[in-house]
C-alpha cells in the first residue's frame, strides 16, 4: 500500500464546490488508474478510471487527470452534493502482476 | 442479474481458531481476488484465483489460503486467528481484460476475533 499514497486524508467540501482528491504513486509498470467509492457498509465501486494514453478523461461530474512524468493523478468531482460523501481511493492496476493496489482513501464530506 | 455475494456477513471468533469466508462471483466473470480492509485503511490484496489456481499474492502469511471451485466462487481461509485478524473481508470478481482489471465487489464479511 505504500506504493500508493492519497491526499488529503479527508475532505469538507460545500455543496455545489469542486472536491479534488490526488494520488501518487512509486510503480511505473502500473498500467491502467481507476478511482473507487466506497459508503458505509458496501465494498468500493468503479467509479471512472483512465488509461496511461490519456491525459484526462471526464464522466459526468467526475473527471481524472493523469501526469504520468509526475507518477500522479486525480480525481476532481464538480457541483459537489451530498450524496458523493463517501470513501475515495486510487487504486492503479499492474497487468503483469495481476494486482490492483488500494490508497488508503480520501473521506469526503459535503455539506449541505 | 446477481452482483458479487459475500457469506456470511457477520463473523465472531476467537484466537486460535480457523475460519472459512464465501464468495460467489458475478454471473460471467472468471477471476476472483481478496482484500482485507482493516477500519479506516484501503483494502489490502490477499490474492487472485483464477482457473482454480492462486495467480498471484500479496503479503500475506501462509495462515491465509483459498481455493476457487469450477463454478468459479471461491473460498478463504484464515487459520490460527490473531487479533489483528479483525477487519473487512472483500471479494471482488473480474474478467481478465487488456491491461486494465474492472473489479466488482461484494459488501464484504465483518470478521471479529476476541
Known amino acids: 500500500q505504500q506504493q500508493v499514497k492519497q491526499s488529503p486524508q479527508s475532505l469538507i467540501v460545500q455543496k455545489g464546490g469542486i472536491s479534488i482528491i490526488n494520488c501518487a504513486y512509486e510503480?511505473?509498470?502500473?498500467?491502467?488508474f481507476p478511482w473507487y467509492q466506497q459508503f458505509p457498509g458496501k465494498g468500493p465501486a468503479l467509479l471512472i478510471a483512465i488509461r496511461p494514453d490519456v491525459s484526462e478523461k471526464k464522466e459526468g461530474r467526475f473527471t481524472i487527470s493523469f501526469n504520468k512524468s509526475a507518477k500522479q493523478f486525480s480525481l476532481h468531482i464538480m457541483d459537489s452534493q451530498p450524496g458523493d460523501s463517501a470513501t475515495y481511493f486510487c487504486a492503479p492496476y499492474w497487468g503483469g502482476g495481476f494486482k490492483t493496489i488500494f490508497g488508503a482513501g480520501t473521506r469526503l464530506f459535503v455539506k449541505a | 442479474d446477481a452482483g458479487v455475494t459475500q457469506s456470511p456477513t457477520h463473523l465472531i471468533k476467537t484466537r486460535g481458531q480457523q475460519v472459512t469466508l464465501r464468495c460467489s462471483p458475478k454471473s460471467g466473470h472468471d477471476t476472483v481476488s481478496w482484500y482485507q480492509q482493516a477500519l479506516g485503511q484501503g483494502p489490502q490484496f490477499i490474492f487472485q484465483?483464477?482457473?482454480?489456481?492462486?495467480?498471484q499474492r500479496g503479503n500475506f502469511p501462509d495462515r491465509f489460503s483459498g481455493h476457487q471451485f469450477p463454478n468459479y466462487s471461491s473460498e478463504l481461509n484464515v487459520n490460527a486467528l490473531l487479533l489483528g485478524d479483525s477487519a473487512l473481508y472483500l471479494c471482488?470478481?473480474?474478467?481478465?481484460?487488456?491491461?486494465?482489471?474492472?473489479?466488482?465487489f461484494g459488501s464484504g464479511t465483518q470478521l471479529s476475533v476476541l
Open positions: 510503480n511505473t509498470a502500473f498500467d491502467y
Open positions: 484465483y483464477y482457473e482454480e489456481e492462486e495467480r
Open positions: 471482488a470478481s473480474s474478467v481478465p481484460g487488456q491491461g486494465y482489471e474492472k473489479l466488482f
